[in-house]
């Protein structure tokens, strides 16, 4: 059984950091395209990065993080992780790392393409 468990998430003041994890069971991440997305109250869920499978590992970033956001693969411990710097209240949401059987270079903004979801964990950024 595949399993996505995101972790790292919690209240941040903002200007500050958060580093998410994405920790996969079940499956070897290697030739998969990992997404983050997040939803935040009353909006519908966006794409916020991906990284590409290992043979790659090419990344795109939403242009709402991009230079404040990063991507980055531990492959030895099969876990994804987003480090999140610069966070404002806009970074608010519920985020999700979702998995893609694909070795391909990985799209942010196909939601339906990916096979596997984690159950989210919840950023806050306080002002």
């Known amino acids: 059984q ?3 468990v995101e972790s ?8 500050g950091s958060l580093r998410l994890s994405c920790a996969a069971s079940g499956v070897t991440l290697d030739n998969y395209a990992i997404g983050w997305f997040r939803q935040a109250p009353g909006r519908e869920r966006e ?5 590409s499978s290992r043979g790659s590992g090419s ?3 939403a242009d709402s993080v991009k230079d ?5 693969r531990d492959n030895a411990k099969n876990t994804i992780y987003l480090e999140m710097d610069s966070l404002s209240e806009e970074d ?3 985020y999700y790392c979702a998995a ?4 391909g270079k990985c799209d942010l903004n196909g939601m339906s393409q990916y096979d ?9 950024v306080a002002s």
Not at 8 to 15: I, M, P, R
Not at 47 to 51: L, M, Q
């Open 47 to 51: 794409g916020v990065s991906c990284i």
């Open 8 to 15: 790292g998430g919690g209240l941040v003041q903002a200007g």
């Open 92 to 94: 608010t949401g519920v």
């Open 100 to 103: 893609e059987f694909w070795l």
């Open 2 to 4: 595949v399993q996505l």
């Open 59 to 61: 990344t795109d970033y």
């Open 68 to 72: 404040r956001f990063t991507d980055s």
């Open 116 to 124: 596997y979801w984690g159950q989210g964990t919840q950023v806050t």
